[in-house]
């Protein structure tokens, strides 16, 4: 799939907008992904509920 190829973490780029637009919540797995992805801690990029910290930039580099 084109997604897998360009997108290290396979999630496809739909899913990762609709995170950073605020319609809908990253699941605990998607979290943990781009945390690792981005080499820091999930606290630092979500809430307790799954939702983008409005304080970070946007995630759509990967």
């Known amino acids: 799939m084109y997604f897998q190829k360009n997108n290290p973490l396979g999630i496809h780029p739909t899913n990762i907008t609709m995170v950073e637009r605020e319609h809908r919540r990253a699941w605990p797995k998607l979290r943990r992904q781009i945390a690792e992805e981005l080499g820091v801690v999930e ?3 979500f809430d307790e509920k799954g ?3 409005r304080s970070m930039i946007k995630i759509n580099c990967l």
């Open 43 to 45: 606290d630092l990029l």
């Open 51 to 53: 939702n983008l910290k």
